[in-house]
């Protein structure tokens, strides 16, 4: 707890980075982040970086984490997909925030192991799927915001049909050594598009992407 802490002083509220949203701050100082990390880097868990998980994935750097989740700007009845699941942390964050979270996993033993970790550690509204991010959860949709951890060279058609009316989605987009954190907000037949932060995330894979691993 004492280490979540001063994550939440160092990383997240000092002037520097500026995350303010009380509920995002509250959760980052709440969710055990050290159990999503592997055991052997447990004592890193709470530093500034990511972090390796397996399988050429990472746990994203808290910073990040909180950052995405204050621009998505969660609501308590939202309902939230989230492409990416990794370790679980994200959809852990978001479980105290929103309705629901939808999260798709394309590395099948990480989508099984964060679906043990998140019921074990009591996150029962989250509903963790392994399948290509790139075809979303049709059957859930539409969602009132989409959340994006992994980098497609586009924004995937099919995660904007799923988005409800004024939804908002945040995804990163670019190759590997270019990639931009973009805020999108669906209005009718329009996206509006802004982009936020410069970042890198692992690709995103699947069909209508990158080749799967």
């Known amino acids: 707890m004492a280490a979540r802490k ?8 000092t002037s520097w980075r500026g995350i303010t949203h009380p509920g995002v701050l509250r959760a980052m100082a709440t969710v055990p982040r050290h159990e999503f990390v592997p055991a052997a880097l447990r004592n890193l868990a709470h530093e500034d970086r990511p972090l390796p998980i397996g399988y050429a994935q990472t746990i ?11 621009k998505l700007d969660p609501k308590p009845d939202d309902r939230i997909l989230e492409i990416g699941t990794g370790s679980g942390y994200q959809a852990a964050i978001l479980s105290g925030l929103v309705s629901e979270v939808y999260s798709i996993e394309i590395v099948e033993p990480l989508a099984r192991r964060a679906e043990a970790d998140l019921a074990r550690l009591g996150y029962h509204n989250v509903k963790v799927r392994h399948g290509d991010g790139y075809q979303g959860w049709p059957e859930a949709a539409p969602f009132d915001a989409i959340i994006v951890t992994c980098a497609p060279d586009h924004v995937p058609q099919r995660l904007v049909e799923q988005l409800r009316d004024d939804g908002r989605m945040i995804i990163p987009v670019g190759d590997l050594d270019a990639q931009h954190l973009f805020l999108l907000r669906k209005r009718g037949t329009k996206l509006e598009r802004e982009s936020v932060l410069p970042v890198r995330f692992v690709p995103m894979t699947g069909v209508g992407g990158k080749p799967a691993p």
């Open 6 to 13: 001063r994550m939440v002083e160092e990383q997240l509220r």
């Open 60 to 70: 994203s750097q808290p910073y990040i984490v909180a950052f995405m989740t204050e």
